[in-house]
């Protein structure tokens, strides 16, 4: 019996000082669980009061009987007779006795039930609490200590120990980590499913988390003087922060870079070397789309009829390179943020126009030989005519433009016929 009360108080221990869990919910558990028992055990738990003392850790049941001549339900009954032999002489007919349940009357194998629901109740408890935590944390700014690594995610602890995942397709491309690095992350979602430990997920390429990491850095940004209106990224190559001042004495852009890059560099630092473009908010989005594109100059832009058209950026020569950027993420993210598709048209100089028209032949007059999605992709990279695609080499135009060399070979032997 003396084994039985001292688990108890190990659970009332448990439930109060390593589970955090509050003092209602804690005697509202506890009571749950035996009056489960009690019902197993009884077949009833209606006339029974269970009593839970936080202060001492132990937990009082009582039985209410009602006093009859002939008993029928020894559940709730008790006669005279019985009375009489317990040596209490002061019951009437009609009254209610009441007697105190000891552990012992559960039996061993109810002792044992009452230990593992109440272990079972303290989980499920932790889970929710631990959900609830994070739930409300989603968007935040986490650092904590790696402690496992593997070949799809690597686990992070908490300070109380619960696991927290950085998938492969969450991290930095090429970022490597090992056990008891330091990693900064955001809390990107929180996941249960069939009563399991929350699955807690966080992100090192959501744009949330560069939004975070300005915040960080920039106090006039977490003081709400400078707004990050819109974040695009292609994590591990270039972001691009569109960012407005509320205040016309703050300069929004160089308050976000700082005195010789001071700010800035942290960020740049955290995010392995991706390039971070900061420019001025506007939602005039052709003006949007030349500050994106910066350096590069553009001659004229072609919004189109509709806003499922794609964007038109027309550019010289000697600016389309700048303006697409390496592997085309430049104008991919100007697209992205103005939300619309842009395509890099190459505008003819003053001495290509003075030749000759003849001499030089739209991409777009070889249909029937090009592929109009391979002809897409060569407009997407700026090349609209043949001699454009004929003035770059077949590994650049492969790589720009993502084709295979076979298909680059193919483009090339049909235009140079046309030449010959």
């Known amino acids: 019996m003396a084994e039985e009360k001292l688990d108890l108080k190990t659970a009332f221990a448990v439930f109060k000082d390593e589970k955090h869990i509050d003092r209602p919910v ?17 077949g009833s738990a209606d006339n029974f009061d269970v009593i839970i003392n936080v202060d001492k850790g132990d937990c009082e049941i009582y ?24 040596g209490e002489d002061d019951y009437e ?14 039996g061993r194998r109810g002792i044992l039930n009452i230990r593992q629901n109440l272990q079972g109740r303290i989980m499920d408890i932790e889970k ?38 950085l998938p492969r397709n969450e991290q930095i491309p090429g970022e490597r ?24 997920i966080l992100s090192r390429t959501s744009d949330d988390f560069l939004v975070r990491l ?55 630092k955290e995010l392995r070397n991706e390039n ?23 001659s004229n832009i072609d919004m189109g009829s509709s806003p499922e058209d794609k964007i038109k950026v027309y550019m010289h020569p000697e600016e389309v390179k700048k303006g697409i950027g390496k592997g085309g993420c430049n104008i991919k993210l100007a697209g992205m943020l103005a ?31 090009i592929d109009q999605w391979i002809i897409d992709k060569l407009h997407s990279i700026g090349l609209d005519t043949a001699k454009s695609v004929l003035a770059l080499s077949k590994a650049d135009i492969a790589k720009r433009a993502d084709l295979e060399d076979e298909t680059v070979d193919e483009i090339f032997k049909i235009l140079e016929s046309e030449f010959e």
């Not at 200590?145 to 109380?160: A, F, G, M, P, R």
């Open 26 to 42: 804690m005697m509202g558990v506890l009571k749950d669980v035996f009056i489960t028992q009690i019902a197993k055990t009884f």
């Open 63 to 86: 039985q209410n009987l009602d006093v009859v001549e002939k008993v029928e339900n020894p559940v709730c009954e008790i006669s005279l007779d019985e009375l009489k032999a317990l």
């Open 93 to 106: 007919l009609g009254e209610t006795f009441t007697r105190k349940v000891e552990l012992k009357d559960f």
């Open 128 to 165: 929710a609490n631990l959900y609830n935590k994070y739930s409300e944390k989603i968007g935040e700014l986490f650092t904590g200590e790696i402690y496992q690594t593997w070949s799809k995610e690597v686990l992070i602890l908490d300070e109380e120990g619960n696991e927290l995942r």
């Open 177 to 200: 980590f090992k056990k008891n690095d330091t990693v900064k992350a955001i809390i990107k979602s929180v996941e249960m499913k069939n009563n399991t430990t929350p699955n807690i």
């Open 214 to 268: 300005f915040e960080q850095e920039v106090p006039e940004i977490y003081d709400g003087l400078i707004t990050i209106k819109k974040v695009v990224r292609i994590p591990g190559e270039r972001a691009k922060v569109a960012v407005e001042s509320y205040d016309d004495r703050i300069d929004p852009i160089g308050a976000c870079i700082g005195v010789k890059g001071s700010r800035i560099i942290g960020i740049v």
């Open 276 to 298: 971070i473009d900061v420019l001025q908010w506007t939602s005039n989005i052709p003006l949007l789309i030349q500050r994106a594109l910066s350096p590069a100059k553009i």
């Open 339 to 369: 939300g619309r598709e842009i395509e890099v048209w190459r505008e003819a100089t003053k001495e290509e126009m003075n030749e000759s028209e003849e001499e030089d032949v739209l991409l777009a007059d070889f249909s029937n030989e």
